[in-house]
């Protein structure tokens, strides 16, 4: 049971992923853009490149022979992963996977229209005037998002139409890949949003870890929290659309499934075929095994006999609010002064606004008072500071 795995996209979940790996006695090659990666720094091997060029991406392939190819980010070539397959390569979950939740378009497509799941009312805009008609259309306030990108970038709520022309100016100024195009969507005025950790196995059922409770402000996770409070009903409606849209993708591993809860029932939202930003809140411990250890176990077929909820817990993030090379991350004394705490230092070799830079955890016993431990979190991560 060894294999080689070529990660495209070296983050923090990258990161994590790849020791999750290692202590399975895998071997792992770390990719991105830029030199000195998150993931980069644990793996066995790195390579820097443009994963939006097929040439490069076939390159370092052929190079690296990889069993399984794992990717971890958006902008990526993700076509060539059909390629990939037919030369008996394995990428996780499937090329399809890749392909269909790399796009806006393709992904929410297949939810609403293929398999009849409860989304927002959408449309698409090529051009500026399509996206005022979809806007006329929509009503105010609307939600508009590239197609193609990550971290909540180029994400707006419009609410005053003097601000069409800027806001469709973001969306596109902020588009990943070579895809202009937005999507714009009908606003949901939800009581809150979950992240539905979904796990689909080689020889196994598809299994669901406790429901995340998680905070964004630009469109990007701020903190999260496991377990949410949720209703039965909405937790087995999120649970079959969950199950729906992963079979219809194909493929194993782990799968973050979001989705709004309203007065109205349950909204599919978005979903990411690999470890989840909010999910982060597992490394607290909240779970027998963490989404990185369940994404691991998946992707090489090794049994996931079940998932428990050990503790409560919370996580908050620590950005950065500047552009630099050079900087210091203070304050982590502090934060470790509480207890049932701890503290993800990154180790991203450059800062930008709002870039994240660390995580905060904090934990407790069963039933303890989520909102509590969510201020214990905020506090913790306010102690460190990136300068």
């Given at each position: 049971?060894?294999?080689?795995?070529?990660?495209?996209?070296?983050?923090?979940?990258?990161?994590?992923?790849?020791?999750?790996?290692?202590?399975?006695?895998?071997?792992?090659?770390?990719?991105?853009?830029y030199p000195g990666a998150p993931a980069m720094q644990v793996a066995d091997d790195f390579e820097v490149i443009n994963m939006l060029n097929g040439t490069q991406l076939d390159a370092i392939v052929a190079k690296h022979q990889p069993d399984l190819i794992v990717p971890e980010i958006e902008a990526i070539r993700t076509?060539?992963?059909?390629?990939?397959?037919?030369?008996?390569?394995?990428?996780?979950p499937s090329a399809k996977a890749a392909n269909f939740t790399m796009n806006r378009k393709l992904i929410r497509d297949l939810a609403s229209k293929e398999l009849g799941l409860q989304t927002a009312r959408y449309f698409y805009a090529t051009t500026f005037i399509e996206f005022t008609k979809a806007v006329a259309a929509i009503g105010l306030p609307c939600v508009v998002k590239p197609l193609m990108s990550s971290s909540g970038k180029g994400q707006s709520v419009l609410k005053n139409l003097e601000y069409q022309q800027q806001v469709w100016d973001y969306a596109i100024a902020n588009s990943r890949g070579d895809i202009q195009e937005v999507i714009i969507e009908e606003f949901i005025a939800f009581d809150s949003e979950i992240t539905l950790l979904?796990?689909?196995?080689?020889?196994?059922?598809?299994?669901?870890?406790?429901?995340i409770g998680h905070r964004q402000e630009r469109g990007d996770y701020q903190e999260s929290w496991q377990p949410a409070a949720i209703n039965e009903e909405y937790l087995e409606d999120a649970r079959n659309m969950a199950e729906k849209v992963t079979a219809a993708l194909t493929g194993a591993g782990i799968w973050g499934v979001e989705f709004f809860l309203t007065n109205k029932g349950v909204y599919f939202s978005e979903l990411s075929p690999r470890p989840h930003d909010t999910g982060m809140v597992t490394l607290a411990?909240?779970?027998?095994?963490?989404?990185?250890?369940?994404?691991?176990?998946?992707?090489?077929?090794?049994?996931?006999?079940?998932?428990?909820?050990?503790?409560f817990g919370a996580s908050a993030v620590i950005l950065a609010n500047k552009t630099a090379d050079i900087f210091t991350i203070t304050?982590?004394?502090?934060?470790?002064?509480?207890?049932?705490?701890?503290?993800?230092?990154?180790?991203?070799p450059t800062i930008r606004p709002y870039r994240r830079m660390a995580v905060a955890l904090v934990y407790d016993n069963k039933n303890t008072d989520i909102t509590q431990l969510r201020k214990k979190a905020k506090i913790a991560a306010d102690n460190i500071v990136v300068e």
């Open positions: 049971m060894h294999k080689k795995i070529l990660l495209l996209g070296s983050g923090e979940l990258g990161k994590e992923l790849v020791i999750a790996l290692k202590r399975l006695g895998q071997t792992v090659v770390a990719v991105d853009n076509e060539q992963f059909y390629v990939y397959e037919e030369q008996h390569i394995q990428v996780v979904t796990i689909t196995q080689k020889n196994g059922p598809t299994l669901f870890c406790p429901p411990g909240t779970q027998n095994l963490s989404q990185f250890e369940l994404h691991a176990r998946a992707i090489l077929g090794l049994p996931i006999p079940a998932i428990q909820l050990e503790r304050g982590l004394e502090k934060a470790l002064e509480q207890t049932k705490t701890d503290v993800r230092i990154f180790g991203k």
